[in-house]
């Protein structure tokens, strides 16, 4: 009888393994806007951020259904759903779909973890990105910038190296505007 349960063992171990395995699931990307792009660009969320020590200007970015602006990045969404554009000058192309942003030199998942949050991790033009969204933690790294910001109030995050603002829709960071938002953070952190 005791023999049964040894070898019952390494069976249950096995099998609690598979279980944890699960992939976590891709995030939906927002439907593209009805119609065509408004002739005046008018930003539904904004994400800005401040150094402490003003040691560099602020980086913002700001995005709509159709775009992401700001200093470092513009891009909008074309009619075939691809949003092509610029990053610090560099043209990209960029194929978005449930989970994913792709194109030249970019590869990024999005993927809802257990406890709710959301999950960035890829490359992005050679960078590596791991961030996680949360409503009370933005955390993780973006090329060799790291930073681990905790909630100050609505839409607020500080670290001791300076402050993330997400205004209007880019403060919904559980149920986020993707890929706008994600793209946007990615402008100011990396920009």
Do not use: H
């Not at 976590?24 to 951020?49: D, I, N, R, S, Y």
């Not at 003003?54 to 949003?83: E, H, I």
């Not at 100050?152 to 993330?164: D, I, K």
């Amino acid at each position: 009888m005791r023999f049964a349960r040894l070898a019952a063992a390494p069976l249950l171990v096995a099998l609690a393994a598979c279980a944890s395995t699960v992939p976590a699931p891709k995030l939906p990307m927002t439907p593209q806007p009805p119609g065509l792009p408004p002739a005046e660009f008018k930003a539904v969320g904004e994400v800005l951020w401040a150094d402490i020590g003003q040691a560099q200007p602020s980086r913002r970015a700001a995005f709509d259904g159709w775009r992401v602006a700001g200093p470092s990045m513009d891009l909008a969404r074309v009619p075939d759903g691809r949003w092509v554009g610029t990053f610090r000058g560099a043209e990209l192309a960029l194929t978005v779909k449930d989970g994913l942003i792709q194109g030249n030199a970019v590869d990024v998942s999005l993927l809802r973890q257990e406890d709710g949050s959301v999950l960035v991790s890829g490359i992005w033009l050679g960078a590596p990105v791991r961030i996680t969204l949360s409503p009370d933690r933005i955390k993780g790294g973006a090329g060799a910038n790291a930073f681990d910001l905790t909630w100050l109030g609505p839409g607020m995050y500080n670290s001791y190296a300076g402050l993330l603002q997400l205004r209007g829709a880019a403060g919904q960071v559980v149920d986020p505007v993707l890929p706008q938002l994600v793209l946007a953070l990615l402008a100011v952190l990396l920009g």
